[in-house]
Every structure is written in structure tokens, then in C-alpha cells.
């Protein structure tokens, strides 16, 4: 996978152009052997007051039986995470739900070739990326970021995403 760009939707200006926005860019180092892939992309934020930050993260699912989402460029708002904490939800541009075209079939639904529900948000423990000891899938075709740092975009006073506390 190459590069995924996300405009963040918050904050719109003029001629379609984002206050905020991710891009994401594959360093070639995942492992599908390991569980732990944190780093093998980078997160590289451009922030609303023109300053860029980079954070480490993952681009790929848990497992091979999960969408990947390909690269391109997608919108995202903020939301809940399974309803528990702050996460950005992936769309496709102009899309109306939370969908992502895939251009292939899904593996998780083989008769479809769109994704849904595809967020950003923290990994599992210790910056777990693969399957949890019960099998669980931390990421199904989810994007993650280092639990420190998505902890500082979401929590500091100067939030990457959403608004302030």
C-alpha cells in the first residue's frame, strides 16, 4: 500500500480546502508474521495553524481476512470508536455513509467491494496491532496510531482533531 490522505471534516474553508489533515505513508517494514507493527507507517499530521507532526502508526488489519483500505484520499469526521473513546471515521470522499470503495472484494464479505465502519484510532495494550490472546482482531481494516500519541492528539489543548476540551 502507498499513501492514504485523510481530510479532516471539522473545519472547512473555501474551494474545498481542510483546516486539518493526515496523510499516511507505508515504510515497508509490516510484518504479517508479527503482532506488534507499530511504526510501519507514519502518521504525518498537518495541523489547522500550519505546523506538521508525525506520529507512529499501522495501515494494515489485524489479519488478511480483513479489508485493507487502499491508498487514495478519504474524509473523516469525529466520533466514538465502538462508542468508547475518540476516533476519526474514514469515509470516501462525498460519500454519505461511512463506507470505503475497496476496488476488490471485501475479505470479511467476499459478495461486496466496499469496506465500513473503518476508523482511526488506538491499538490494542502495549501497542498491540495483530490478535488479541482471545483471538480478537484489534484492527478490522482500521487505521491505528500509537496509543501516546493518539492519547496527546485527543487530549492535549492543542487537539489534533475535534475540538478542544
Not at 42 to 63: C, E, I, K, M, Q
Not at 118 to 142: D, F, V
Amino acid at each position: 500500500m502507498g499513501c492514504i490522505k485523510l481530510h479532516i471534516l471539522d473545519e472547512q474553508y473555501k474551494n474545498g480546502l481542510y483546516a486539518q489533515a493526515i496523510f499516511f505513508s507505508n515504510n515497508g517494514t509490516f510484518d504479517a508474521s508479527s503482532s506488534y507493527n507499530m511504526g510501519s507507517s507514519t502518521a504525518t499530521v498537518y495541523l489547522a495553524d500550519g505546523t506538521t507532526t508525525t506520529f507512529d502508526a499501522n495501515t494494515n488489519p489485524s489479519s488478511s481476512d480483513y479489508a485493507t483500505v487502499p491508498e487514495g484520499i478519504y474524509q473523516a469526521t469525529v466520533g466514538k470508536h465502538k462508542g468508547n473513546y475518540d476516533a476519526l471515521k474514514m469515509r470516501d470522499v462525498d460519500a454519505t455513509s461511512q463506507t470505503i470503495e475497496l476496488g476488490q472484494a471485501n475479505p470479511a464479505h467476499p459478495e461486496r467491494t466496499y469496506a465500513t465502519g473503518i476508523n482511526i484510532h488506538k491499538p490494542g495494550l502495549n501497542n498491540l496491532t495483530g490478535l488479541t490472546s482471545t483471538g480478537t482482531a484489534i484492527s478490522q481494516g482500521c487505521l491505528l496510531i500509537d496509543r501516546k500519541s493518539i492519547s496527546l492528539m485527543t487530549k492535549s489543548k492543542k487537539r489534533v482533531f475535534g475540538k478542544k476540551i
